[in-house]
T-cell receptor, first 112, second 112 residues
Framework: DGGITQSPKYLFRKEGQNVTLSCEQN?????MYWYRQDPGQGLRLIYY???????QKGDIAEGYSVSREKKESFPLTVTSAQKNPTAFYLC???????????FGDGTRLSIL | AQRVTQPEKLLSVFKGAPVELKCNYS??????LFWYVQYSRQRLQLLLR??SRESIKGFTADLNKGETSFHLKKPFAQEEDSAMYYC??????????????FGQGTTLQVKP
């Protein structure tokens, strides 16, 4: 199921640096989501977008930013304001209300 | 508060033994419940959802609104069932954004 592609698979960030994680989907899904996965904490919602040019903050949006200029793309930027960025980041998309979410393979972000 | 709780971090059973992964939730409204599974080196994928009431890979889960639970069960565990399992909920009805609230996850280890 190559419908959602996340890149890169591994990413390293230096202190004070912003980094951008890519998420692309070819499923023609309207809604897209970014989650952060930490051991023992499950997945927590960072940002989501239900339609192009619109997005909302999730539960842990501080230190992150997103854009949704195209339906198929929902990049996540981890800014220098995010003090604990080391985590596994998962992107998901959903066709419409009441349909389940489909997930990408994830990006593992670490601090240099 | 909206919350999903999976009380067990790790559940270890022998092959052929019954399995029950517990999930309790707190939600003010009518939720939809899901079980997602993440096998080693694979992406997170939907295992089952309560509204479809189907059995996938021998797993079933019944929504108990009185006990606010959605436990995942399988009568005879197989080694290939070893994975991380997440319980999640989403709101239903108008205004539903489709965002998922995840539990902390339970690692199922099936020993030969």
């Amino acid at each position: 199921d190559g419908g959602i592609t996340q890149s890169p698979k591994y990413l390293f960030r230096k202190e004070g640096q912003n980094v951008t994680l890519s998420c692309e989907q070819n499923l023609n899904h309207d809604a897209m989501y970014w989650y952060r996965q930490d051991p023992g904490q499950g997945l927590r919602l960072i940002y989501y977008s239900q339609i192009v040019n619109d997005f909302q903050k999730g539960d842990i949006a501080e230190g992150y930013s997103v854009s949704r200029e195209k339906k198929e793309s929902f990049p996540l930027t981890v800014t220098s304001a995010q003090k604990n960025p080391t985590a596994f980041y998962l992107c998901a998309s959903r066709e419409q209300i009441n349909q389940p979410q489909h997930f990408g393979d994830g990006t593992r972000l670490s601090i240099l | 508060a909206q919350r999903v709780t999976q009380p067990e971090k790790l559940l270890s059973v022998f092959k052929g033994a019954p399995v029950e992964l517990k999930c309790n939730y707190s939600y003010s409204g009518s939720p939809e419940l899901f079980w997602y599974v993440q096998y080693s080196r694979q992406r997170l994928q939907l295992l089952l959802r309560h509204i479809s009431r189907e059995s996938i890979k021998g797993f079933t889960a019944d929504l108990n609104k009185g006990e606010t639970s959605f436990h995942l069960k399988k009568p005879f565990a197989q080694e290939e069932d070893s994975a991380m399992y997440y319980c999640a909920l989403s709101g239903r009805g108008s205004g539903n954004t489709g965002k998922l609230i995840f539990g902390q996850g339970t690692t199922l280890q099936v020993k030969p």
